[in-house]
């Protein structure tokens, strides 16, 4: 296991180092001079070597390069230019209220994926299978901000029962946090739905024709048991890797998702730095997210591992 | 399987010589969830197509005196807040958004098969293209589209460009896949054996083996791009207004959405068929064309 850990650590290194450059190689496709656009039209001269000057652009691209990386190596991600703080510090306040949404439609997610997915296999061909394969296809053809504004039509123009957007931190208002954080949750999940679902779907059909299944069967032990003791384990295997899937998905989508509802999370963090050309937060939000989804999948890989020995001894799948 | 082969009720479909040349097109219109894909995506393919000839007026003719009227005889689809017709809109936007998802497509089928054949077929190149595809991939494809338009600056062309950059890594991995198993068989042994040239064997031997997976890929990723192409354009990163796509149709409307919901449902409503219409139809080739890819990767 400890082997395993530590291969895995090791190849994750490569990825990690060209994750950085290509992070550090967006800034470099802006077309003309980043400054101009940064300033804008009113800027004048002294302005813009100002702007050049403090992002570093007036040094040659060596140079820029050197100081990307040592940047790196002291936890520096550079300085927003809009917010006029740390990139890294901006974005880890964000954190918690990004990750408990994240987390909130997660649960959501796997309840219903896995459910869908379970009824789905039990009661194969029948109108639950096909009903819950096709919530699964529409979920994944649906526009995340798009459904985010249905939602809110529905449940806060016409019903009234929910605020249209905002935030209340779970510490501050458990009620209140519940009320702002179940449109985005909901939202967030529905597009995960169809994946878990076909998934657990496909997994459970596999897992049904196995010789244990038959053998559990044989020895007379109820149905329910045999699916929720003997094929239900065997059905979370498979479900553990889409995990750092999801969570990716999750990612993504919360930068509209989050527009869409108001939250100050990291996705509305990233969504506005994208509308002023906040450079600098761009880079770093990038590179912080896609490093804490290689963390993560890093994870979900060893969480494989130990509950797959097999993973262990054969890499390659 | 899903596909119900000789289920009653499905229509008959004669054999004449095109099925006899393409007997694959048989099984395709016997599959249900085909037939009803390529029906969603086709009207919304005619819909860009015609657009010119669908739309009664031009997208971007204002007219204030006919602010947000909602649809009814006159106005089929309503108008919006400059009184502009829904319905041009939303026809000139299905021309950009499936002329965006079609750039993105052949991108793909290009540079996803020439990079995914070079991995798969010289194993000395394998390692550093998959690395780099790791590190593509590790970012999340929207959030890696969303950075590298605003980085480009915002436009139509930017955006097939930024969505090409985040789908070409995963069409690399499907065709470098199936080229590691092809190249292994035993006739392009023999091509081998015979002294073929590089380019022969992988041209004329290992590619026409791999086409399935990389068809059934394709159309996903034609979904993908449609939809994230939305998002950019919500975002503000696609093309600018006044030039109508589905997205930044929904980002106007979004303001006005107590007073003239339907600005914001109708466009979604024709991203969402044109989508689940690509993803029946991705759907319906991969359990005709390569049945062994039933759970696809997201």
């Not at chain 1, 530590?6 to 994750?19: D, G």
């Not at chain 1, 779907?201 to 329910?224: C, H, N, W």
């Not at chain 2, 204030?64 to 009227?69: A, E, H, P, W």
Request: aromatic fraction near 8%; hydrophobic fraction near 55%.
């Amino acid at each position: 296991m400890g082997r395993y850990v530590v291969a895995r650590l090791i190849q994750s290194i490569p990825v990690l180092i060209l994750v950085s450059v290509i992070s550090f190689g967006i800034m470099k496709l802006v077309p003309g001079d980043p400054a101009v656009l940064i300033g804008g039209p009113t800027a004048t001269p002294a302005e813009l070597d100002n702007i050049r000057q403090n992002l570093g652009l007036d040094q040659p691209f060596h140079v820029q390069m050197g100081r990307f990386y040592a940047g790196l190596a002291r936890g520096d991600l550079g300085r927003s230019l809009l917010l006029g703080k740390p990139v890294l510090e901006a974005t880890i306040e964000r954190i918690p209220v990004s990750l408990s949404i994240a987390l909130y439609s997660m649960v959501l997610t796997l309840f219903l994926g896995i459910s869908c997915g379970v009824i789905a296999a039990l009661k194969r061909n029948s109108w639950a299978d096909q009903a819950a394969m096709a919530f699964a296809l529409i979920g994944v053809s649906l526009p995340n901000f798009w459904l985010g504004l249905m939602l809110i039509i529905l449940f806060s123009v016409h019903l009234g029962w929910l605020p249209t957007g905002g935030y209340v931190p779970w510490q501050n208002d458990p009620v209140g946090w519940f009320r702002t954080a179940t449109m985005p949750a909901v939202t967030l999940a529905l597009l995960q739905v169809g994946l878990l679902a076909r998934i657990t779907r496909s997994t459970m059909l596999e897992v049904l024709r196995q010789d244990y299944i038959r053998t559990a069967r044989a020895k007379g032990l109820p149905e329910f048991l045999v699916i929720a003791k003997h094929a239900f384990k065997n059905v979370m295997i498979p479900v553990i890797t889409v995990i750092g899937v999801i969570f990716s998905v999750l990612l993504s989508g919360s930068v509209v998702v989050e527009s869409v509802f108001s939250v100050p999370g990291i996705g509305s963090l990233l969504g506005s730095a994208v509308l002023r050309r906040d450079y600098p937060m761009i880079q770093g939000g990038l590179l912080f997210v896609a490093t804490a989804l290689l963390m993560l999948n890093l994870l979900v890989d060893v969480l494989y591992a130990y509950f797959d020995p097999r993973v262990r001894y054969d890499s390659r799948s | 399987m899903t596909a119900a082969v000789d289920a009653p009720g499905l229509p008959a479909v004669a054999k004449t010589g095109l099925f006899k040349r393409w007997p694959i097109l048989r099984r395709l219109l016997r599959h249900k969830a085909f037939v009803i894909g390529a029906v969603l995506f086709g009207f919304i393919l005619l819909v860009a197509l015609f657009a010119d000839w669908i739309a009664p007026i031009d997208p971007n003719r204002i007219s204030i005196r006919n602010r947000f009227k909602p649809p009814d005889l006159t106005h089929w689809l309503g108008t919006d807040n400059l009184g502009r017709s829904q319905l041009s809109r939303v026809a000139y936007g299905a021309r950009l958004s499936l002329a965006i998802g079609f750039a993105v497509v052949v991108l793909n089928a290009v540079f996803g098969v020439i990079l995914g054949a070079a991995a798969g077929y010289f194993r000395r190149l394998d390692n550093i293209l998959m690395r780099i595809t790791d590190a593509l991939m590790a970012f999340p494809a929207v959030l890696l589209a969303i950075g590298i338009a605003a980085a480009l600056g915002p436009s139509s062309m930017t955006a097939a460009i930024a969505l090409s950059a985040v789908y070409i890594p995963r069409t690399a991995r499907i065709v470098r896949a199936s080229v590691l198993v092809v190249r292994e068989m035993e006739f392009v042994q023999a091509a081998i054996a015979m002294g073929a040239s590089h380019l022969r064997i992988l041209g004329k031997h290992v590619l026409p083996n791999c086409l399935a997976p990389l068809i059934v890929q394709l159309t996903f990723i034609f979904a993908y791009a449609v939809l994230s192409e939305a998002v950019l354009s919500f975002l503000g990163l696609g093309a600018a207004p006044p030039t109508p796509t589905w997205g930044n149709i929904i980002a106007e409307g979004r303001q006005y959405i107590r007073e003239a919901a339907w600005i914001t449902v109708i466009p979604g409503m024709a991203l969402a068929a044109t989508v689940l219409g690509l993803n029946l139809l991705g759907d319906g080739l991969r359990d005709v064309l390569d049945p062994r890819l039933k759970i696809s990767q997201a």
